[in-house]
Every structure is written in C-alpha cells, then in structure tokens.
C-alpha cells in the first residue's frame, strides 16, 4: 500500500531534550516536505527536499532541522525543543513527474514540550 | 499569506450536493488550484485539482470561472463521512499554501 508513515505518532517531551521525528514514504517521490498545523493557523510548511541532499526552508523553518539521505526518508530534527514548537506535524511527499502532483500525508505527530 | 479566501463553515445535508465556493482572484497563470480535505486531525487528503477547465473524478467537481478568479468544488451527494475541513490552494511550484479552510458540515 502507498504511504507515508511518520514516527512516534504522538510524543510527550520537554524543553531542550533533542528529539526526531521520523518520515518514510514508499512511493520513490522526489519531493517531500514537513509542516506544522496549529489552530487557526492552517499547515504551513517548515522544510522540503526535492530530491536526496537537496532541502530547503519553508515558511517557519527556525527550531528545526531537517536531512534527505535516502529518498525514502526524511527526518525532522528539533535540536532543543521549547514550547512553542508544540503542535501537530505533518510530513508529505510528492512525484516530481507527472501531472496531477498530488501531495501525500502522512498520519501526523502531535508534539507536546513542556 | 494564504492566496485564497474560502467560508469558514457551511452545512449541508446528507445526500445533498455540497457547494463549497474560493476566491482566488490574484491567481497566475499558470498556477492550478488544489482541493484537500481533512477529516479531524488526520493527514490531509487530495481530492481535485485544475487549471482552467472543469474537472471531475470520483469523489468530487471543480467548477472554475473563465477569470479564473474564483471556484466551486461540488460533492454531488454528501454522506456524514464528508464532514470535514476542505481547504481551497493555489500552489506555487511545490508548494502548498494552505489557508483555514471552510469546514463542511453534514447532517443527517
């Protein structure tokens, strides 16, 4: 079954302890990309990566780090969480190819830093 | 900024068709619109997207004005499982911009 699966689903933690957020996607795409939704402000994206080694900031890209070693995976680091990254995390990937370029998501991961 | 503007709630009965409206009017060109839902907290999931013309596939249709300023994506038979939020984007490139979203509503 194509998917994208992100792991832990659900992960309490507290300030300053680093942490990763793991991102895998099973359908050999180029692109893939991380986001953060919080309440009233919609998903807004914090990374993206076109291709292996190649990534690039979104929009709220400060706290965090991101690497695309293999095409499958991409991982989203927070090196010292605070507070403010609280939130529901979204990693998504898509084909460069083709034209419909339909993103895909994954289940998301609800952050908690105290 | 999100480069849509969309509702904030609607209702729709079930069975009905569900008309969900999304001004875009500084869309360019070359860039399509998009529909996602989200159902509670999951993952967003694509439904529809188009350039200029009107499309149609399983779940759902876009109606897009000439100016392309504005769209309609229509469910032509809403079920309970449709409520949801449905967000209307104009991607740039690779990218998403997602707004709030208009959040649809089915009763029985």
């Known amino acids: 079954e194509a998917q994208v699966t992100q792991n832990p689903r659900y992960l309490i933690t507290v300030t300053g302890k680093k942490l990763t957020v793991t991102c895998s996607q099973n359908?050999?795409?180029?692109?893939m990309s991380w986001y953060r939704q919080d309440p009233g402000l919609g998903l807004r994206q914090i990374y993206y990566?076109?291709?292996?080694?190649?990534?690039d900031k979104g929009d709220v890209p400060e706290g965090y780090k991101v690497s695309r070693k293999e095409k499958r995976n991409f991982p989203l680091i927070l090196e010292s969480p605070s507070p403010n990254q609280t939130s529901l995390y979204f990693c998504?990937?898509?084909?460069?190819?083709?034209?419909?370029?339909?993103?895909?998501f994954g289940p998301g991961t609800r952050l908690t830093v105290l | 900024d999100a480069k849509t503007t969309q509702p904030t709630s609607m209702d729709c009965a079930e069975g009905r068709a569900a008309n969900l409206p999304c001004n875009h009017s500084?869309?360019?060109?070359?860039?399509?619109v998009y529909w996602y839902r989200q159902i509670h907290s999951q993952g967003p999931q694509y439904i529809i997207h188009?350039?200029?013309n009107n499309e149609t596939n399983e779940m759902a249709s876009l109606i897009i004005t000439e100016d392309r300023k504005s769209s309609t994506l229509i469910l032509p038979h809403a079920t309970l499982r449709d409520t949801a939020v449905y967000y209307c984007?104009?991607?740039?490139?690779?990218?998403?911009?997602f707004g709030t979203g208009t959040r649809l509503q089915v009763f029985p």
């Open positions: 998504a990937s898509m084909t460069g190819q083709g034209r419909r370029n339909e993103q895909f």
């Open positions: 359908m050999n795409h180029e692109y």
């Open positions: 990566s076109m291709n292996v080694e190649v990534t």
């Open positions: 500084t869309i360019s060109g070359n860039e399509y």
């Open positions: 188009g350039l200029k």
């Open positions: 984007i104009v991607r740039v490139v690779h990218k998403l911009i």
